[in-house]
């Protein structure tokens, strides 16, 4: 009987479907030091953000050859050293597909949130204060949106900014020659310069590691809006806050951290930053289709019978 470990939670539906393969389940988080022992025992582990699957444990893995597949439920795989893994016959496996519409759908909600002052407008009534006409926003129709990145998030975002009136700008490696028409490819610094929401959808490397910085920032427009809902660290979020503060941007919203779960203070009291813990896929829909294309991965990789999956 093949062991699976699930250490940042799961779908209980996608649960029942591996139960029902034959596999045996546990569920539960273990420090990185407990996860050393752990690892031996297992076949499969899956993951979220919050374990680590670095070099130190793949090792403690090697010592019994046990571990086969590492699945991470989300889009990223920064959590995982990927190529050692694989180095050493550990096949690495996400769900790049599943959680794109929550993902695109938290970005345009902090879009709507930063247009129209909602976190100032909160907090000042709560307060008792009446704000209203020190409260007037702007429309997000007719305004453009630049997208670094053009994945499968950035690609459902760009339709529905599309059809709610918006200008789409997109970065990439390489142009899409699919993409919708209407939708412009654009160097990097021409959509810094001229959108009016920059949102980054890059995974975090080497080469994307504070590509967003001082620099950066200060070539944007002053009434322009930064969005990251990537990955914490593609931002120098000390140098987004002084960006802020001397008015080279209008504001932000953050849902991913460098440290998390301890982000900068500063950042999450700031008025101009609507913040949210890293939520962008989590949402009922989204935890459930992970869930299945995560068991889809498994049963596969084993050659049980194939459920059909959430696809992309």
Known sequence: MKKILITDGMDKNAI???????????????PEEELKDKIKEVDVIIVRSATKIR???????????????????????????????????????????ASSNAVAELVLCEMLVLARNVKVANLTLQDGIWAKKNLKGTEIHGKTLGLIGFGNIARSLAEKAHNLGMNVMYNDIVEHIDAK????????????E???????????????KYMFNKDVFEKMKNTAFFINCARGGIVQEEELLEAINNDEIAGAAIDCF????????????????????????STKEAQERIGIEIADIVIDHFGCILINASGC
């Open 16 to 30: 029942k479907m591996l139960l029902n393969q034959g596999f045996e389940v546990e569920e539960k988080f273990y």
């Open 258 to 281: 460098e440290n998390e779960p301890k982000p900068i203070q500063e950042l999450l009291n700031h008025p101009r930053v609507t913040v949210t813990p890293h939520i962008g896929a």
């Open 55 to 97: 070099k130190n444990i793949i090792d403690e893995a090697l010592k019994t050859g046990n571990l086969k597949l590492v699945v991470r439920g989300g889009v990223g795989l920064d959590n995982i050293d990927v190529d050692y893994a694989r180095e050493h016959g550990i096949q690495v496996k996400n769900t790049p597909c």
């Open 194 to 208: 001229k959108a009016d929401y920059i949102t980054v959808h890059t995974p975090l490397t080497e080469d994307t």
């Open 181 to 192: 028409e209407g939708f412009k490819f654009a160097k990097f610094e021409e959509i810094i």
